[in-house]
């Protein structure tokens, strides 16, 4: 009974690459959240995705970045053309559907980005 | 606008002490309210939670948590604590009257237990 998967676990980048970032929910779980996490900081929300719907990107800026969570397969955050200030772990979160609040997420172990 | 508060940036405690981490919020409708811990490298586990009910709930490894609504705190405590504790505890919120049904995390409080 797997949770959630995050790959890559480490990723480093140059500046001015691409970044992609997956995250497989726990099998059954239809919503997606994405967080982002400085050193010594707490989790600052991204964007929360339904299947094949984006429900809530307040947290994400406005270029960028981008997510998606198709219908098949893993939800995947892109980062575009990064920056250093875009170092960070990135934390994918997974909670099954007809949630109306009450059930916590799962959380994979993240996936730490370096940019050199 | 919802928010999360932890007012502590660390707390120290003797092994076999009481603990207590402490956690205020602010929503607009009736909050979810949930902790979590996080070990190093490692992505959050799930503690316990508040939804309806009794004010004190029980979680895992022997972590309880105490509702109060006019306070609008949801502190995290331990009988006695263990060196095994020390790690990063997140408080979060989920505002069930924002609409989106987000949720919020506090900044964390890094608890160190002391043999």
């Known amino acids: 009974n797997a949770g959630v998967m995050q790959n890559p676990r480490h990723l480093v980048r140059r500046r001015g690459q691409e970044a992609r970032l997956r995250c497989s929910p726990v099998k059954g779980h239809s919503h997606v959240y994405w967080y982002r996490q400085l050193p010594e900081e707490g989790l600052k929300f991204m964007v929360y995705?339904?299947?094949?719907?984006?429900?809530?990107e307040s947290g994400m800026p406005k270029e960028r970045f981008s997510a998606e969570f198709p219908k098949e397969g893993p939800s995947i955050l892109r980062i575009q053309q990064v920056v250093r200030g875009d170092s960070a772990a990135y934390f994918c979160?997974?909670?099954?559907?007809?949630?109306?609040?009450?059930?916590?997420?799962?959380f994979g172990d993240g996936t730490r980005l370096s940019i050199l | 606008a919802q928010s999360v508060a932890q007012p502590e940036d660390q707390v120290n405690v003797a092994e076999g002490n009481p603990l207590t981490v402490k956690c205020t919020y602010s929503v607009s409708g009736n909050p979810y309210l949930f902790w979590y811990v996080q070990y190093p490298n490692r992505g959050l586990q799930f503690l316990l939670k508040y939804i309806t009910g009794d004010n004190l709930v029980k979680g895992s490894y022997g972590f309880e948590a105490e509702f109060n609504k006019s306070q609008t705190s949801f502190h995290l405590k331990k009988p006695s604590a263990l060196v095994s504790d020390s790690a990063l505890y997140f408080c979060?919120?989920?505002?069930?009257?924002?609409?989106?049904?987000?949720?919020?995390f506090g900044t964390g409080t890094r608890l160190k237990v002391l043999a």
């Open positions: 979060a919120v989920r505002d069930m009257g924002s609409g989106t049904y987000k949720y919020i």
């Open positions: 995705l339904q299947k094949e719907n984006i429900i809530d």
């Open positions: 979160a997974s909670s099954p559907p007809g949630s109306q609040g009450g059930r916590p997420q799962h």
